[in-house]
């Protein structure tokens, strides 16, 4: 298996565009996990899915954050409109059965918005 | 609610010397115990996990952890470290009666020293 699939690897955009990452987990897992990492507030969970139903959206920041998992292999976050605040790296994860059998990562999206 | 604490945000130590990588958790019920690891540029790896049974745990590359049940740790140890574990290493627990969500702390960048 190819591992956790995250495009783009890398994307810089204009205050007040539209962004999208996107991810594919892998095949067989039935949880996904979008994070958000910074160097102020460490690795934050934003939201996780479990066969493609959202569970907790509570690490959304504001409205301007959406995500969806239309079927088990793809799922986006989108963000609109992007703020510079919102730079980051943002990673995807899945795992099956829950966490105790530990999540595989994606290598991320670094975004920067200028 | 559960929650992780790593003591040392930084680790600097010598090239072959060994370390250990502070880890403490609280928790109303039981849980799982998580180590990762985040080299440059890259998404996060499982390092080692306890389930249940031996205190004991080894994981790749010669890491190994010990659960401490009286004293709510799960301290991250390697006798011997080489420049290629220069990394941040990041603790991690999820509820054994709900384990979808696992809990990060915020880090321990190692740092070796030639």
């Known amino acids: 298996d190819a591992g956790v699939i995250q495009s783009p690897r890398h994307e810089v955009t204009e205050m007040g565009q539209e962004v999208t990452l996107r991810c594919k987990p892998i095949s067989g897992h039935d949880y996904l996990f979008w994070y958000r990492q910074t160097m102020m507030r460490g690795l934050e969970l934003l939201i996780y899915?479990?066969?493609?139903?959202?569970i907790d959206d509570s690490g959304m920041p504001e409205d301007r954050f959406s995500a969806k998992m239309p079927n088990a292999s793809f799922s986006t976050l989108k963000i609109q409109p992007s703020e510079p605040r919102d730079s980051a790296v943002y990673f995807c994860?899945?795992?099956w059965g829950g966490g105790r059998n530990g999540y595989t990562f994606g290598s991320g999206t670094r975004l920067t918005v200028v | 609610a559960q929650s992780v604490t790593q003591l040392d945000s930084q680790v600097p130590v010598f090239e072959e010397a060994p370390v250990e990588l502070r880890c403490n958790y609280s928790s109303s019920v039981s849980v799982y115990l998580f180590w990762y690891v985040q080299y440059p540029n890259q998404g996060l790896q499982l390092l080692l996990k306890y389930l249940s049974g031996s205190t004991l745990v080894k994981g790749i590359n010669g890491f190994e952890a010990e659960f401490n049940k009286s004293q709510t740790s799960f301290h991250l140890r390697k006798p011997s470290v080489h420049i290629s574990d220069t990394a941040e290493y990041f603790c991690?627990?999820?509820?054994?009666?709900?384990?979808?969500?696992?809990?990060f702390g915020k880090g321990t960048r190692l740092h070796i020293l030639p």
């Open positions: 994860a899945s795992t």
């Open positions: 991690a627990v999820t509820l054994m009666n709900r384990d979808d969500k696992i809990i």
């Open positions: 899915f479990n066969n493609n139903v959202p």
